[in-house]
């Protein structure tokens, strides 16, 4: 099976940079995605890791290491609307393009 | 934005009623899912759809079902509602590219479903 962890709640400053980490076990998989939900909205997509390292989107990276089964999100020069729930997500190896979401890091940018 | 819509976007039932809710979306593309999310549980996956009348369970399935007759529309449709389904219900969309590639998923707004 698959299983991701992420920190429940995490808190900021507006300017500072802020890193969310996902842990995951599984079997396999294709790579790990990062998606943004504002409170009463939809998940949008960020990013998205298939290799090991670092990829970088303007103010957001996202980091993926498979041998330490482990990613991160990192958010810099964070603003207030950066607030939002942050998830990690991985795609199998079979072929039915399901995936498998984190429970989710909420992230508050305090002023 | 990606053409995603789901009706209704509120709904409130009550226990033992059937309710259907629909996604539509202008995009064509080949997969669509619906997720509940539930606070401290994320998305969790309940039906995907790999083509038209071609579907398959994820991983909460008990006590839903679906239907895709046309590309364009996924229906997901809880037979005899209980107060254990009241959730937020999210249909995404995503269109297969190469193995190993992003195959982003794109969300539809939402139904927040209340069974009394």
């Known amino acids: 099976g698959q299983s991701l962890e992420q920190p429940s709640e995490v808190t900021a400053v507006e300017g500072a940079i802020v890193q969310i980490n996902c842990t995951y076990q599984?079997?396999?998989?294709?790579?790990l995605s990062w998606y943004q939900q504002h409170d009463g909205g939809a998940p949008t997509f960020l990013s998205y890791?298939?290799?090991?390292g670092l990829e970088e989107t303007g103010r957001f990276s996202s980091f993926l290491s498979r041998s330490d089964s482990y990613g991160y999100l990192l958010l810099q020069e964070l603003q207030m609307k950066d607030s939002a729930s942050y998830f990690c997500?991985?795609?199998?190896?079979?072929?039915?393009?399901?995936?498998?979401f984190g429970s989710g890091t909420r992230l508050l940018v305090r002023p | 934005d990606a053409g995603i819509t789901q009706s209704p976007r509120h709904k409130v039932t009550e226990t033992g009623t059937p309710v259907t809710l629909r996604c539509h979306q202008t995009e064509n593309h080949r997969y669509m899912y619906w997720y509940r999310q539930d606070p401290g549980h994320g998305l969790r996956l309940i039906h995907y759809?790999?083509?038209?009348?071609?579907?398959d369970k994820g991983e909460v399935s008990d006590g839903y079902s679906v239907s895709r007759s046309k590309t364009e529309d996924f229906l997901l449709t809880l037979e005899s509602a209980t107060s254990s389904q009241t959730s937020v219900y999210f249909c995404a969309i995503s269109e297969p590219g190469l193995a190993g590639g992003t195959d982003t998923q794109y969300f539809g707004p939402g139904t927040r479903l209340t069974v009394l």
């Open positions: 890791n298939a290799l090991d």
């Open positions: 759809s790999y083509g038209v009348k071609d579907t």
């Open positions: 599984t079997s396999g998989f294709y790579g």
């Open positions: 997500a991985v795609k199998g190896l079979d072929s039915s393009y399901k995936l498998i």
